[in-house]
């Protein structure tokens, strides 16, 4: 049959299809029948279940939404099965990540107390989520026309972005689970700086040696080449001698002139000797640290020692509710720097056994993130995905839609004419048998 109205020619298949669907929606949704019996009812719930949206929008930012994931031009139910799948593997990597990575920001800014340390630490922590979650959405939506932003978002936003989240959680989880390890790190670079100090200051000592030691060397030399062959000679060696040394007898007796007023050599001795016994005191502290600290062995200990200031500039001592008091760094930033510092020496170096938990969770984190990477690319290639973005099989929907709903519309016609035909034949039946009725009575 061809309609006039839409021009489109209404078979039995398609008779028989909008049959087959009631059918179908009279067995498998009822809810959808009672709806277009009663539209007024459909209408309230529509507004009332937008009302009551809000928490979910407020959830569909803190985890990718399995709807965003794909256009609605062709939506079958393969290609909500896989959306549903990738959009749980990028939330919980995501989640993962942020989760690795909250300790960083926790303890960076732990030296303001602990609730404006967690409200600092979520303030950083969501928007981070959140931009994961939309560069992630943004890649599953790589279709003709939206291509090179998609790759955008994949190669200058979601691969780095993991990367450096993966890192992250590793220094995280260092931070977190070694805190005792990094404070003696801390302390023993602590105690390293006053050893570096005493170092500097002795070598410097060694650089700067007196200079009445130089002039007394070169005097010395001067005195014994002057010649001593005439009487004139011999008074000016005897009258520099006495300067450089003085007299014989004042080198045979005690002096308490100050060192100033000694003659120059005498005074080179005993600037000397000064200069020897400040060397050999800073030789053998340098060495008595090196051995105390080797016997100690716990440079926390230690740096409390001989630094005490140093220490409690440094560190704190926290007693907890449970257990003994433990020591931490007083500076959030140099602890996440010094976790920092272990996590990269660690894998340099191959020391897997000292990671152990972090590395579980790094481990995690990359291979959660590298699936993650890998499905919402592969969901964006698949031909599903592509497909529901293609204008060309809306219209085919469309199409389809339109003839049946065509052709519900005509069969609805053609049960209306049967129904008016058939009370049109009920009535004339009913006169008939009345007009019979009054002409037997007649």
């Known amino acids: ?25 009279k067995t498998n949704r009822p ?41 609605q031009y062709r939506v079958t139910s393969e290609l909500k099965k896989s959306a549903k799948a990738t959009a749980t593997v990028i939330t919980a990597s995501n989640w993962i990540d942020t989760a690795g990575n909250f300790p960083i920001f926790l303890f960076a800014f732990k030296s303001l107390t602990l609730i404006p340390s967690i409200g600092i630490s979520l303030l950083l922590s969501i928007p981070v989520l959140l931009s994961a979650n939309a ?28 990367i450096l989240q993966t890192i992250a959680t590793g220094i995280g989880m260092e931070v977190l689970n070694n805190q005792s390890e990094l404070a003696q790190m801390a302390a023993g670079k602590a105690v390293d700086n006053v050893l570096q100090v005493k170092e500097v200051t002795l070598t410097d000592k060694k650089k700067n040696v007196p200079n009445d030691l130089k002039i007394c060397s070169q005097e010395r ?62 030789t053998n502290n340098i060495s008595l640290i090196k051995i105390d600290r080797a016997e100690l062995g716990n440079d926390l200990e230690f740096l409390k020692k001989i630094a005490p200031v140093k220490y409690q500039k440094t560190f704190m001592e926290v007693v907890p509710w449970l257990g003994d008091t433990k020591i931490e760094l007083r500076s959030g930033l140099q602890l996440v720097s010094l976790g920092t510092e272990s996590f990269f020496s660690k894998l340099e170096q191959g020391q897997w056994k000292q990671l152990g938990m972090n590395l579980f969770f790094l481990g995690i984190s990359a291979i959660t993130s590298a699936v993650s990477i890998g499905m919402g690319l592969t969901f964006a290639l698949s031909e599903d995905a592509q497909k529901s973005y293609n204008r060309e099989e809306k219209e085919k929907v469309d199409h389809f839609l339109k003839r049946m709903r065509i052709t519900l519309s005509q069969i609805h016609n053609e049960q209306v004419q049967e129904l008016e035909s058939s009370q049109k034949l009920e009535r004339s039946e009913i006169d008939e048998e009345k007009q019979d009725e009054y002409s037997q009575y007649n």
């Open 1 to 25: 049959m061809l309609t006039g109205k839409n021009s489109i020619l209404i078979s039995d298949l398609d008779r028989q299809t909008v049959l087959d669907l009631i059918q179908w929606l």
């Open 31 to 71: 809810d959808l029948l009672e709806k277009a019996r009663n539209p007024k009812a459909f209408t309230e719930d529509v507004a009332h279940t937008k009302k009551i949206n809000i928490p979910l929008e407020i959830l569909n930012q803190i985890r990718v939404d399995p709807d965003s994931l794909h256009g």
């Open 135 to 162: 560069i992630s959405t943004a890649v599953t939506h790589g279709h003709r026309g939206r291509w090179k932003l998609a790759l955008t978002a994949l190669i200058l936003g979601l691969i780095p972005l993991n």
């Open 221 to 282: 030399q001067s005195l014994e080449e002057m010649p001593r062959n005439t009487p004139i000679e011999e008074k000016a060696f005897q009258s520099r001698y006495v300067r450089i040394y003085g007299t014989f007898k004042s080198q045979s007796q005690p002096t308490m002139l100050p060192i100033e007023q000694l003659p120059l050599c005498v005074r080179a001795n005993r600037l000397e000797a000064e200069y020897n016994d400040e060397v050999q005191n800073l």
